[in-house]
């Protein structure tokens, strides 16, 4: 872990710390919620004793990168932006991306609007959904869940930081990396985070200085910069009208665990193994389903992930 | 001379436009963009001459303006929704790939176009405004500033201002200081003085258009406010349109076949560091490599209407050329 170096890079009117370790091909890898680059810990290790030269952030929001204060500078074309500032500034024409949860997202946004930039894609948790012209996204999750979803109950500034403030940091970060549960988080604001009971023990590929590590720098910096990009949800969806019916024209490897919530969202096995995903990425190459395996899967599996990032990659 | 131009309405991005067609559907598909203020009609020469020489022109009212849909608040005339609105138009043709054309706001979408949709523009002309690449370090409000409170673009901020002071003047006046204007400075007016006051009318009309034209406009305005065309200037003020959301986009070279077109007393054309000086420049080059440059001698902002003949073929020579095509 000491050989990985730490460096802050300006790009796109913010800094950003960067986590990087080996040479040749450049990878980038970008984390969810509520983490950061520590979640890719493993895989920048094992793929830069592979040939590769591992690049991880913490995004815009995260850890020892600048949070913006306005939830409205959290766009994917903010974060996009942040990216394409970064290779330039790191010498890289086009990277291999690796994508977990919002970093999905990102990734699938990336290779939307910037395909010149992105060799190749393995992509983690979720999926490319295609823009819903009538219906914005938070009012969509809204309709499908209820208004105790987590994606809902996130939208108003400060409310969750104050529920979230009420948990120990640790227990918080517990809960978010171990939750087994495959249904949709819903946290009615009566009960709140501060409600749910203790969490079980640690599994064995989460330690406690893993823990630590996490709880620090969320405890320095709050959540409210993840947490925006959940408040830009529906500004995203207006500014990225124009690529409506778009395909992801990069090529592309899926991974997800079972027990992912996202997996077990109705609706989705089907769209993924029913060709579903593959009409919006034609390029879509191949889809692992780990069984057993929950949200935090690069974590959780680290060999097998870099395995597979690594197999896909090689290919290119 | 446009009595066989159709006019419909198309949903797009959410919203209806109203479109000025010509020419037979078979054909390659035109898209003419209109600029501030004006509508469709503006490209009266260019539907014509185009249609007639193998194309299908399709000119849009743009969003805001004539019998087009004005969304109510400023937020929604950002360069996406513009450019979605352009994308919806040519997925209704079932165009996959279109010769667009736009002047002054119409040229900005389509810079914007070529940068967000490059998979959906064969060939690009733009009049009067070049591409303005994102620069990180310099806010689009902060080099207005630079200008003072003179700047038209400052004075089409504040809601309200500018609707107030073009309407001391009957709309036939506004259209008039707008589209005779032969002023080749940013358009600066003179300390607590609203750039509308400031634009002169001549006494006479020129020779490229005549009363009952303008009188089309003046009609059209009456009708819809300039409130929707000033959010364009409004948007610019966000967050958003200080170019935050092209920073995707930082450094990227548009190799789209384009070309520029402008008058040579054009507004930013005065004094050494004028438009055609930055888009004939090395950095210019740089970013937009495929592009040929035409300046008009006399030529002023609303060039397709004064100089229409040149105009018209150089757009013609143009998208004839890209598709193989010598006169």
């Not at chain 1, 802050?8 to 091909?25: D, K, Q």
């Amino acid at each position: 872990m000491e050989k990985i170096e730490h460096t802050t890079i300006s790009t796109n009117g913010i800094n950003l710390h960067v986590a990087s370790i080996g040479s040749g091909p450049a990878i980038l890898f970008l984390h969810g919620f509520p983490d950061l680059w520590y979640s890719w810990r493993r895989q920048l290790l094992s793929l830069a004793d592979l040939g590769y030269r591992a690049i991880a952030p913490d995004l815009r929001g995260y850890g020892d990168s600048d949070s913006p204060p306005s939830h409205e500078s959290y766009t994917v074309l903010h974060v996009v932006g942040d990216l394409v500032g970064l290779l330039d500034s790191l010498g890289v024409d086009r990277v291999f991306l690796v994508g977990h949860d919002w970093g999905a997202i990102v990734a699938w946004w990336m290779c939307m609007i910037r395909p010149d930039r992105v060799k190749a894609l393995v992509n983690t948790s979720v999926v490319f959904n295609p823009r819903n012209p009538s219906v914005k996204p938070v009012d969509a999750f809204k309709a499908l869940f209820g208004e105790d979803y987590y994606i809902c109950r996130f939208q108003e500034p400060g409310e969750i930081e104050e529920d979230f403030a009420q948990v120990d940091t640790k227990k918080l970060i517990n809960r978010f990396f171990t939750s087994r549960n495959p249904r949709p988080p819903c946290i009615p604001k009566s009960l709140g985070f501060r409600g749910l009971p203790d969490p079980p023990a640690l599994p064995a590929w989460l330690t406690e200085e893993d823990v630590s590590f996490y709880a620090e720098k969320f405890s320095q910096k709050g959540f409210t910069g993840g947490l925006n990009y959940y408040r830009a949800m529906n500004l995203s969806w207006e500014l990225t009208a124009p690529w409506a019916g778009l395909q992801i024209k990069v090529p592309v490897k899926f991974i997800v665990g079972d027990l992912d919530i996202t997996y077990n969202i109705p609706g989705t096995k089907e769209y993924i193994h029913e060709g579903g995903l593959k009409k919006h990425v034609p390029f879509l190459q191949e889809v692992v389903v780990m069984e057993g395996v929950g949200h935090f899967l690069q974590q959780e599996k680290p060999d097998e992930v870099t395995d597979h990032i690594y197999s896909f990659f090689s290919k290119f | 001379m446009t009595s066989e131009v159709r006019e419909k309405k198309i949903k797009t991005n959410g919203i209806w436009l109203n479109v000025a067609e010509k020419g037979d559907e078979g054909e390659p598909l035109v898209l003419l963009l209109h600029g501030f203020p004006e509508t469709w009609f503006s490209w009266r020469h260019q539907i014509d001459f185009l249609s007639s020489h193998g194309y299908h022109v399709v000119a849009p009212d743009l969003r805001g303006y004539a019998d087009s849909d004005s969304p109510p608040t400023h937020e929604s005339y950002t360069v996406s929704h513009l450019v979605a609105d352009v994308i919806g138009l040519l997925d209704h043709y079932g165009t996959a790939q279109a010769f667009v054309a736009g002047h002054d706001w119409g040229a900005i979408i389509g810079w914007s176009l070529c940068l967000f949709r490059p998979d959906r523009v064969k060939g690009f002309v733009s009049l009067s405004v070049p591409y303005s690449p994102r620069d990180p370090n310099l806010k689009p409000s902060d080099l207005f500033k630079s200008f003072g409170d003179g700047l038209y673009i400052t004075q089409f901020q504040e809601p309200g201002r500018a609707e107030a002071a073009f309407a001391k003047h009957d709309c036939l006046t506004v259209m008039k200081k707008f589209l005779l204007t032969t002023r080749s400075d940013f358009w600066v007016a003179p300390p607590n003085t609203e750039i509308i006051d400031d634009l002169e009318v001549p006494s006479t009309l020129p020779d490229w258009i005549t009363e009952e034209e303008i009188q089309v406009y003046a009609d059209k305005f009456q009708k819809s406010g300039f409130t929707g065309p000033l959010n364009y200037y409004r948007a610019m003020d966000l967050k958003l349109q200080e170019l935050e959301i092209l920073a995707p986009w930082q450094g990227y070279k548009i190799v789209i076949p384009t070309k520029f077109i402008a008058g040579d007393k054009d507004i930013g054309n005065e004094g050494a560091n004028g438009t055609i000086k930055y888009v004939k420049g090395e950095m210019f080059k740089s970013i937009v490599p495929n592009l040929e440059v035409v300046v008009i001698e006399d030529g002023h902002h609303f060039i397709q209407q004064e100089k229409s003949e040149r105009v018209s073929q150089e757009i013609l020579s143009f998208f004839n050329k890209l598709r193989n095509i010598t006169e």
